[in-house]
């Protein structure tokens, strides 16, 4: 098994599981809260290791890594980490490289253009898709020492990019406002694009697997672009690939022996599929803001999980008004179980200080209510 799953055992034990048990649906003493893109630009920490290395030598050096992965529990009383990399790091994998530009974000040279380019990257991966995910094995190595640095603090997240949003990227050459190119591709060649989503899929169920393997407690799957699909387009390009990650993950944990974790589904500008993506294989569902926490429940059906759904923006506001947003998220989502979030990432001119009001509010408040 990737990582080797002795390690497990050794880890200290966990002091805050509180995430974990929102995850399963299980009564909690407070909602559990942490932040997509919590470690990132917004804190000067984190400005200050990358005024130092380049974006993927971070991700590539386990102490790097590992470090700027633990800035924001230092600061804040956060119910979980997520690993600090990127969901470019699968296109690598599979052989197609990825640059991050400062200002610009994420470049792909050669982008994958023609279904030749798609033969091409099949080829390179082949039958092994172990041996693939293994060229990333850097990331196992840096949740590995994450978790034993934390101490048991909280659970750590590890994650993936969902097949449609990785293939979107390389077919793209990068982020775009459009996606014309990623959107024409599945449109012209839809049997290649299908080849394409399937070698990342495969891949990306050895990675979350080696991942879990490592230590991390809980997995998400981001489709960051879900929404730029129709929802007839969405059902044949993503979901069947969604449900794929999450059957693959628990059938090779059960086969390797390993406990299964709690996995998050966050299917982004999505929520008009909401009942779809609600029967996915997921343990909880990630909300963005584009819906309330009602809302959601009542599309997703009763006794799902959610994790959300913060306007990211609303922490621009003055403190009382985070505070009052708090209160209104937490009055819409009711009793249901929830893992507290923003309903997408931190931004790199957001302040730490109103993240931090965000996060003391929804344990205060939920809190008090669940003592009453
Ligand atoms: O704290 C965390 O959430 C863990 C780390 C993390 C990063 N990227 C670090 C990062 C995670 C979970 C991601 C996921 C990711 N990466 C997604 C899915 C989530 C989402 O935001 O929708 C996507 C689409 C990417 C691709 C990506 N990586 C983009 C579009 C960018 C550029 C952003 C920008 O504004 O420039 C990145 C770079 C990136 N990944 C940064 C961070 C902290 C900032 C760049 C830097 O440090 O130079």
């Known amino acids: 098994a990737p990582g080797g799953s002795g390690l497990l055992a050794a880890f200290p034990p966990l002091k805050n599981d509180t995430a974990l048990r929102a995850a399963k649906g299980l009564p909690v003493s407070h909602t559990p ?51 600090f990399s990127d969901i470019l790091v699968i296109p690598q994998a599979l052989g197609v490289d990825v640059v991050m530009t400062p200002g610009i974000g994420p470049q792909i040279p050669n982008r994958v253009a023609t279904p030749a380019d798609v033969e ?29 640095r ?63 393997h490592a230590g991390a407690q809980i997995l998400q799957v981001f489709d960051s672009n879900a929404g730029e699909l ?41 929520m008009h599929s909401l009942d779809l993506v609600a029967k996915l294989g997921y343990d909880v569902l990630g909300i963005d803001w584009t819906i309330d926490l009602k809302s959601a429940r009542a599309k997703a059906g009763p006794g799902c999980v959610l994790q959300g759904n913060l306007d990211p923006c609303t922490l621009f506001a003055p403190p009382e008004v985070i505070r009052q947003e708090v209160r209104r998220m937490l009055a819409d989502n009711g009793d249901g179980s929830l893992i507290a979030n923003l309903g997408h990432g931190m931004l790199p001119n957001h302040s730490p200080e109103h993240l931090g009001v965000f996060i003391e509010e929804i344990h205060a408040v939920s809190r008090a209510a669940k003592s009453t």
């Open 150 to 212: 934390m101490n048991g603090h909280c659970p750590l997240f590890g994650f993936c990019g969902a097949p449609w949003t990785i293939m979107a990227y390389m077919v793209q050459g990068g982020g775009s406002r459009n996606w014309d190119h990623a959107k024409a591709f599945v449109l012209n060649h839809p049997e290649a694009a299908h080849q394409l989503l399937h070698v990342i899929t495969e891949v990306s169920i050895e990675y979350l697997v080696g991942k879990v």
């Open 230 to 270: 129709p929802p007839h387009q969405l059902k044949e390009f993503s979901l069947p690939y969604l449900a794929r990650i999450a059957e693959g993950v628990k059938a090779r944990l059960a086969a390797d022996g390993v406990e299964a974790v709690p996995l998050v589904v966050f299917a982004r500008g999505a």
């Open 33 to 83: 809260v942490w932040a997509m893109r919590q470690a990132g630009r917004y804190l000067p920490e984190f400005r200050s290791v990358r005024s130092l290395s380049q974006f993927f030598e971070v991700c590539r050096s386990p102490s790097l890594a590992s470090e700027v992965t633990l800035q924001p529990l230092r600061r804040f009383a956060l119910d979980a980490a997520i690993i």
């Open 120 to 148: 091409t990257i099949v080829k390179f991966v082949g039958e092994d898709y172990t041996k693939c995910a293994q060229s990333l094995s850097y990331v196992w190595e840096a949740v590995a020492l994450t978790r034993m």
